[in-house]
């Protein structure tokens, strides 16, 4: 028996299916993802239905961004990893070596850091911080006790009123420094003033003596000494005023010896 042809469209999955069809007519209509790169791309659609998927990174501020993409997978952030280091970066996924470390770079410093990269200023040395030293060195921060000095040398003053009132910061003025032969005690070696060493030896005068003194202002006219008789080798008496600081002397042991000539002091009588 013949059977009426009906033409129609025979795909199940088609919007405009006909169940009563027995002809496809070709016209099927299958809406899903017709782009051939995307992850669920459909070979029977006929009409993108905006589903198409693609993999990728979506964000415009990640270093792998894809135009194209649907999701944000794998998206990659550069920068510094390390929340140790002082441009840390939370987000970053993938370190880029920016990663900055402060602390002392130089390998020559007793505090040198491998990790840093980023010179602070710290870097310590040991070696002479006196400037009245021979073997001074500008670049040591701590002292380690081997500064020497030439015991024949006297260092100019500078003792004008301007350069006081410049606390010494004008061309010209230089360090105070003022030696004068000692012939006394070992227990006023150390001491900053013959007051100091009178407490030092349980006396109530001004007089000692014992090899070389220097005595130091950190700027001109901070302190006026004067001797006061002595003679041969004998002691003699120290006096000093002291302007406008806080301890700013201090004194130095240059050489001792008997008998030796004061030298001639470069200030004061």
Known sequence: EDVDAVIGCTNERADN????????SGNCIIAG??????DNYDLEATTDDGSCVFSGCNDASAANYDATATTAEGCEYPGCTDSNAENYLEGATTDDGSCQYRGCTNAAA???D??????DGSCQYNGCTDLTAINYNSEATNEDGTCEYDENVVADVVTSADCEAANGDLPGCVRTILYYYYDGPEE???ANS?????RLLGLGGGSYGGGYYEYEGYQ????SPRTVAGGGGGGFSLSRSLVGRSNPLRSQRVSTGGSRPRPQSSGGG
Request: aromatic share 8%.
């Open 17 to 24: 299916y006909e169940e009563a069809a027995n002809e496809d």
């Open 33 to 38: 993802c017709t782009a051939e790169g995307a």
């Open 110 to 112: 007793l505090n040198f």
């Open 114 to 119: 491998a990790n840093a990269n980023q010179d």
């Open 188 to 190: 006023c070696i150390n």
């Open 194 to 198: 013959a007051e100091e060493c009178d």
């Open 220 to 223: 001109p006219n901070r302190f």
